[in-house]
């Protein structure tokens, strides 16, 4: 597989993500750990599914502690950070120090063996992230912080925790990523556990709601986690990275083509930044020379 196919195999899990809000939306009023156990469980499961006439994936699940580490880690840890940020912060302020990932992705690359950054890579990072602040400024509170320093914080480290697992995927490149569904199955677990926990249980009341949780286990948390973990081992870690600040604009376009939100002047100019960035973050797999 060449770099170029393995990033445009990348690319499908920011579309995938992009359905989340709507999808979630769609889904009802479940409880977050509930939501997160349930679609997580049903990623592993149709992930798994394909087993049956590949016997041998199994063996992917052998992993060292390490890798289970990484992996558990970053998925779990991810959502258990962002969730929190969610209940002590305003959403919009959690969501925009949440979007720093995909600027830490493009940073991190750089440590990586054989990888470097170039002006173009950071420009167009930057780009993304001033299309998202611009996207996301209207719901902004200037006194955001007064109160919600702690879930701020957290929303910041799910940032971290999701781009250090993302880059330090390209150093586990040895791993098959049949692997990912092991590390679904054990936060769907976790989920659970803290689901019980500290959670009241709301099933689903409607055909829509059951078949928006389904669609959510299969595609934004279920086959998004695989694609991207192709991207991120054989693709271009930079381009991936910056193209990720197209997540919340096409995520407020589905939302606007299901009459969730409002289109505006700001919706389009954050549009051509991100767009922008992306392009100029893409210029060598764009432009490559003979």
Not at 36 to 64: E, H, K, N, Y
Not at 193 to 203: G, R, Y
Request: hydrophobic fraction near 60%; proline fraction near 4%.
């Amino acid at each position: 597989m060449t770099s170029r196919t393995a990033t445009l195999i990348g690319l499908t899990a920011i579309l995938m993500w992009s359905l989340l809000s709507v999808m979630t939306v769609a889904s009802g009023r479940m409880p977050p750990f509930q939501l997160t156990a349930m679609t997580f469980a049903i990623g592993a499961l149709a992930a798994a599914v394909s087993w049956i006439w590949r016997p041998d994936a199994v063996r992917a699940l052998r992993q060292s502690p390490l890798t289970w580490a990484v992996g558990v880690g970053g998925l779990f840890g991810y959502h258990a950070l962002y969730f929190v940020a969610l209940r002590l912060a305003p959403p919009a302020e959690a969501g925009l120090l949440n979007y720093l990932w995909p600027l830490l992705i493009v940073l991190f690359s750089s440590l990586l063996p054989g990888e470097r950054l170039y002006p173009h890579h950071i420009i167009g990072a930057l780009l993304g992230l001033v299309g998202t602040v611009l996207l996301l400024w209207g719901n902004i509170s200037l006194n955001a912080a007064s109160g919600h320093a702690g879930g701020l914080f957290a929303a910041f480290c799910a940032a971290f925790v999701w781009a250090a697992y993302s880059v330090m995927s390209r150093q586990l490149k040895a791993v098959p990523t049949d692997a990912v569904a092991g590390f679904c199955f054990a936060t769907a677990i976790l989920a659970a556990m803290v689901h019980l926990a500290i959670e009241t249980t709301v099933w689903p009341e409607t055909a829509l709601q059951w078949l928006s949780v389904i669609a959510l286990g299969v595609g934004p948390v279920g086959a998004a986690f695989y694609t991207w973990d192709i991207g991120m081992k054989r693709g271009d870690i930079r381009v991936l990275g910056a193209a990720s600040y197209a997540t919340p604009l096409l995520s407020t376009g589905f939302l606007i083509v299901a009459g969730f939100a409002q289109a505006s002047a700001h919706i389009a100019l954050a549009a051509a930044l991100i767009a922008g960035g992306g392009l100029i973050a893409a210029k060598d797999m764009i432009l490559r020379k003979r």
